[in-house]
């Protein structure tokens, strides 16, 4: 375990975590605009909208420290290859620089590694070098021997992320699976939690293990949690977020 603690973390470390989600599927443009301008006020690494939304999204968090992420394949990762590349290039061209790929579960579980290992190494020749790429591989529907072989599998298609789950699955990230996840895979490859994680205690308890990234819903709570722990002015109460100078 590290010793990272609510004492040792800034403000900036933690809301730099955050992939703030905007996945859910009934949400109204407004929502989405509304989270952008939430992922924006609050610092966060990224957002992550559905594919549509991404030109909104890269309008509105046009000049701002916050990436424009979005998802291929999702949720169940059964779309054929092609398609995983299309969007991909899609996604890019509109202005998405992270993009969070769904692996193919059933030819995992069927054993067809060198299907799941093509399929995500195309999505990351098709990124270019121009995004980042996180490969979900949805714990809920897989054994523990599965999901090492999943990690390896995507680290050896060049992948930068492994992911815990799309949020959408019975289950999310639980801290045995991210222990796991991080010792199937190597240094270069980092890990992210998705799903359950909704309090600031609960990103602390993945960041020791080793996470790098989180997918949240509940962004403001977290971040407004911190703030008021270490005494800090209290974004949702209408302070500025607390960066580093130059941070933004």
Not at 111 to 130: F, K, L, M, S, Y
Request: hydrophobic share 45%; net charge negative; with cysteine.
């Amino acid at each position: 375990m590290s010793d990272i603690s609510l004492e040792t973390l800034t403000y900036e470390q933690v809301a730099k975590t955050i992939d703030h989600s905007l996945l859910r599927p009934e949400l109204t443009t407004q929502e989405v605009a509304a989270g952008c301008d939430l992922a924006r006020r609050y610092h966060t690494a990224s957002v992550c909208v559905k594919p549509c939304d991404v030109p909104l999204a890269a309008r509105l968090l046009a000049g701002s420290d916050v990436a424009v992420g979005t998802v291929v394949g999702f949720p169940h990762g059964s779309s054929a290859t092609a398609a995983k590349v299309f969007e991909a290039r899609l996604a890019i061209e509109q202005g998405a620089v992270e993009l969070d790929m769904v692996i193919n579960i059933g030819w995992l579980r069927s054993g067809h590694d060198n299907e799941v290992r093509e399929d995500i190494r195309a999505v990351v020749i098709a990124t270019e070098g121009r995004a980042l790429v996180k490969v979900i591989l949805e714990n809920a529907y897989l054994s523990d021997a599965e999901k090492e072989r999943a990690a390896r599998l995507a680290e050896e298609a060049g992948a930068d992320f492994v992911k815990t789950s799309t949020g959408f699955a019975p289950s999310g990230a639980t801290i045995p699976d991210l222990i796991l996840m991080r010792r199937s895979v190597s240094p270069r490859v980092q890990v992210k939690a998705a799903g359950g994680v909704r309090t600031l205690d609960a990103l602390i308890d993945v960041l020791r293990v080793g996470v790098t990234r989180v997918g949240a819903t509940a962004t403001a709570a977290i971040l407004d949690e911190f703030c008021r722990r270490k005494g800090l002015p209290v974004i949702g109460e209408g302070a500025a977020a607390p960066m580093m100078p130059g941070a933004y």
